[in-house]
């Protein structure tokens, strides 16, 4: 055989060989795909949520309402009772203040309030962190910062505010944390949580600890309520709009609050209020049914969170866990399907990375190319050079975790209200109910609180529907504060002309 033929032969061999790896790359490729496809549409099944299910989910929510309310302990929903008896009307009159603190900062308000016709005249606020040391110290020292801060506040009042001659100022105190409340305006800690880790406040009333700072500062203010920021919420949703009967939160975290009537509490032992009313805090992420849709990944994020067991709902459909359960999926998808290579990318692996706000940027990319799904790969992931085919998928992934949250949380939605009986059309009655929402996950991801309303209005029907009306309600823990406050006031009654 001359040279010739060798390096024809040769080169043959070499193209066999090359056409053989594309091949085999090719079916390999189509194999991952596959297998991706695979886990995308396991999840999607585990994650459905069809009527029939959510109406399961919305009438067990009301069951155990009912549970909730007959005894303590008679239910995972607390149905806490607020002492709020009066919402605001939009009639108060004068100068209330708010203390909102929920966590490393707290926030410090003022509100004029004009009367009917007039509402909310003037507001401010400032807001102060809390220096490490004292959330570990002692109470007096944590209180006593936050009456010097309050304090200092107040010193700032314009001639705007006005406070009439001989009156005490009053303060509504927003304390998200785990409280035992004895009336409207006293409460002893359970236990703290976000960081802080103050023994000698456990079991001690809050309101009283936060009264003796100020009476410390010589400083002449009432606190005429301690609320949580759902309650405020709602109350700040009441003053508003006169036919706001619920609130729920849809943030980091999620709860929800309504209108109970009090005889309709059978753990309710003191006198009946004068309004007949009185407003339940249900805390509704610990919310627990067989009906609920769990993956895999909701069973590992749960058995490794500091909560084993507990607030299964708010896992399910609350900011703080919706992003971590798409990079769990995300991740088993990286090491069976090798969308990112041989290796998972580390920057995977590192539980809570891909925050809520990312996966929200993500589902909301209308790019051609998905620039911005790609930018956070990168920048939060450390994974580069990603093909359209993925960014896709991954923007599937975000929708079918937001999908199912959110329809979720349509269900809860759907359980208040048949508790309140709206749930019907009834003959001749034409009020609106209208439900108060607040929260960083229902204002910015358009795509989660769109799911949310539109499966409230497919679970109601057509009739019932348009009657049922979601209205944003902002600020429930700050300006809410100062409106139960407001409600509360040991004025009220005297002619304020």
Not at 226 to 254: E, H, K, M, S
Not at 297 to 304: C, N
Not at 432 to 451: I, N, Q, R, W
Request: with cysteine.
């Amino acid at each position: 055989m001359g040279k010739k033929a060798v390096v024809i032969v040769c080169g043959a061999a070499v193209c066999a060989v090359a056409v053989a790896l594309v091949v085999r790359q090719r079916m390999r490729s189509c194999g991952q795909w596959a297998r991706a496809a695979a886990i995308i549409k396991e999840l999607e099944e585990k994650c459905g949520t069809p009527i029939a299910k959510l109406r399961h989910v919305a009438d067990a929510m009301t069951v155990e309402m009912h549970a909730g309310l007959a005894s303590e302990g008679g239910s995972k929903l607390k149905m806490i009772i607020s002492y709020v008896d009066n919402l605001p009307t939009g009639n108060e009159k004068g100068l209330f203040y708010a203390l909102d603190l929920g966590g490393t900062n707290f926030r410090v308000l003022r509100v004029q309030l004009g009367g009917k016709d007039r509402g909310l005249v003037n507001q401010e606020f400032t807001e102060v962190s809390i220096p490490e040391n004292l959330m570990v110290g002692t109470s007096e020292a944590l209180f006593n910062f936050i009456a010097a801060e309050l304090s200092k506040f107040v010193a700032k009042e314009g001639p705007e505010y006005q406070l009439p001659p001989g009156r005490q100022r009053e303060l509504g105190f927003t304390f998200s944390f785990p409280v035992q409340q004895s009336s409207i305006n006293s409460g002893s800690l359970i236990k703290w949580t976000k960081g802080f880790s103050i023994d000698d406040t456990v079991g001690q009333d809050v309101v009283a600890e936060l009264s003796k700072a100020i009476e410390r500062q010589g400083l002449d203010m009432r606190v005429s309520a301690l609320v949580n920021d759902t309650v405020g919420t709602l109350a700040g949703g009441r003053y508003n709009n006169p036919d706001v009967v619920a609130a729920v939160i849809l943030g980091t975290g999620t709860n929800a609050a309504y209108v109970e009537r009090a005889q309709a509490i059978p753990k309710w032992h003191g006198l009946l209020p004068k309004s007949g009313d009185m407003v339940i805090n249900m805390e509704w992420g610990n919310f627990r049914s067989a009906h609920l849709p769990l993956t895999e990944y909701d069973h590992s994020l749960d058995t490794e969170s500091l909560n084993p067991g507990d607030q299964i709902f708010e896992k399910l459909i609350s900011g703080m866990y919706l992003g971590e359960i798409v990079r769990r999926a995300l991740c088993r998808i990286a090491e069976e399907a090798s969308i990112f290579g041989e290796t998972v990318p580390p920057k995977l692996k590192v539980p809570f990375i891909l925050r809520t706000p990312d996966m929200s940027a993500m589902h909301h990319d209308t790019s051609y190319d998905l620039k911005v799904v790609r930018d956070i790969l990168k920048n939060v992931l450390e994974i580069s050079n990603t093909s359209l085919k993925v960014r896709k998928l991954i923007v599937e992934l975000c929708n079918i975790v937001a999908t199912r949250g959110a329809r979720l949380a349509a269900a809860g939605i759907l359980g208040v209200l048949k508790k309140l009986g709206k749930d019907l059309v009834r003959i001749g009655e034409k009020q609106k109910t209208v439900v108060a929402l607040d929260g960083g996950l229902f204002e910015h991801y358009t795509e989660y609180s769109k799911c949310m309303e539109n499966t409230l209005r497919e679970l109601l029907g057509e009739e019932v529907g348009e009657s049922i009306v979601i209205e944003h309600s902002n600020d429930g823990s700050g300006i809410g504060a100062a409106l139960i406050a407001a409600s509360h006031s040991q004025y009220l009654g005297i002619d304020e002309s």
